[in-house]
C-alpha cells in the first residue's frame, strides 16, 4: 500500500450557502451555515487516505472544540494522526461563501496552524519511510520548506499545492518534485496567463507541473517532453471546495501506485469530479471504489 505523508493544515470550514457571493459592502440572506473539517493538508490527507493509501498527518489543532472534532474527523476517515500535536489556543478556521454555481470564496484564520514553524522530533523520520509527501502553503513557509528538505534528503516525492499563491523561495522549488497550481495559482506565479506559458515557466524551477483547469480538465508539463493536456469529467457542480485538495491526493495514491502519468491525472479528475457534486470539503470525497467506477 502506498504511504503517503501529509505536511499541511487543519481547519474548520464555517461554510455559508448562497445564491450569489456578496459585493463589498453588500449583504445577502443565505440558506444554509455548516461546519466542516477542512484545511488543505486535512483534505489531502482525508482524499489520499479514501482513495487508498495509508496516510500520516502532520501538523497542528487547538485545544478547543474544534479540534477535538478536527481529530476525529481524521482519524474517522482512516489517517493516522499520531503526528497531529494539540497546542492551546483556537484551532484553524476558514470562513467560506458557496454560490449556486458551486464557486466559492475563502477567508482563512490560521489559529493552531500558525504554530507550526519547523518539524518536530519524529517527523522527518516519518516523512523518510514516505512514498510521496503532500505539502501546502497554509502553514508558515519555514515549515514547509523543512519538510521539503527533509523529504529531498530521503529521495521522497514532493508534491507541492501553492496555494495560497505567494511567492515561492528558492529553496522550497529546489526542493519539488511536482508542483500542482490551479491556473489562478499558476498566474499568480508567474504573472502568465495562458496555462501553458505558465507551465513552461514553472519548469525553469520544478521538474514537472499539474496546472488544474477546473472544469476543462488538466495540463501536465515535464522537462524535455510535450505538454498533454486531459479533460475532466462533464459534471454538474454543486460546490467545489476541496476539489483542488481531492485531486492531489488521489493523484498521489495514482502514482505512488505506478500509474502512467495520462492515467493517474484521469483518476484524480475522476475523484475531482464526484467531489464537486456533492456539498463540503473533507465530506464531498469519494472513496476508492467510486472513483474505479468512475
Known amino acids: 500500500m502506498t504511504h503517503i505523508a501529509v505536511l499541511g493544515s487543519t481547519n474548520m470550514d464555517l461554510v455559508t450557502y448562497v445564491s450569489r457571493a456578496p459585493g463589498l459592502g453588500e449583504t445577502v440572506t443565505g440558506r444554509e451555515f455548516r461546519t466542516v473539517p477542512g484545511g488543505k493538508g486535512a483534505n489531502q490527507a482525508v482524499a489520499a487516505a479514501r482513495a487508498g493509501a495509508d496516510v500520516t498527518m502532520i501538523g497542528a489543532v487547538g485545544s478547543d472544540e474544534f479540534g477535538a472534532r478536527l481529530r476525529a474527523g481524521l482519524a474517522g476517515a482512516g ?10 489556543g483556537p484551532s484553524g478556521t476558514a470562513h467560506v461563501v458557496v454560490d449556486d454555481e458551486g464557486g466559492n470564496s475563502i477567508v482563512v484564520i490560521p489559529g493552531a496552524n500558525g504554530t507550526v514553524t519547523c518539524l518536530c522530533p519524529g517527523d522527518e523520520t ?75 515557466a514553472l519548469l525553469r524551477d520544478v521538474p514537472e507541473v499539474v496546472i488544474t483547469l477546473g472544469g476543462s480538465g488538466s495540463l501536465y508539463a515535464a522537462r524535455g517532453t510535450s505538454p498533454v493536456t486531459l479533460p475532466a469529467p462533464r459534471v454538474r457542480a454543486v460546490d467545489t471546495t476541496a476539489a483542488g485538495d481531492t485531486f492531489v491526493g488521489a493523484l498521489a495514491v495514482a502514482l505512488g501506485e505506478g ?36
Open 259 to 294: 500509474k502512467p502519468v495520462a492515467d493517474a491525472l484521469t483518476w484524480a479528475s475522476s475523484a475531482a469530479a464526484l467531489s464537486v457534486q456533492r456539498p463540503g470539503a473533507s465530506s464531498s470525497m469519494p472513496c476508492r471504489p467510486e472513483i474505479d467506477a468512475a
Open 126 to 200: 516519518l516523512i523518510a519511510t514516505a512514498d510521496a509527501l503532500l505539502l501546502q502553503l497554509e502553514l508558515p513557509l519555514s515549515a514547509v520548506v523543512a519538510g521539503a528538505e527533509a523529504a529531498r534528503r530521503h529521495g521522497v516525492r514532493t508534491v507541492l499545492t501553492p496555494a495560497p499563491a505567494q511567492p515561492l523561495p528558492p529553496e522550497l522549488l529546489a526542493a519539488t518534485d511536482l508542483l500542482v497550481p490551479n491556473e489562478h495559482e499558476a498566474a499568480a506565479l508567474t504573472g502568465l496567463a495562458d496555462p501553458h506559458a505558465a507551465a513552461e
Open 79 to 88: 489517517v493516522d494522526t499520531g503526528h497531529l500535536r494539540t497546542v492551546e
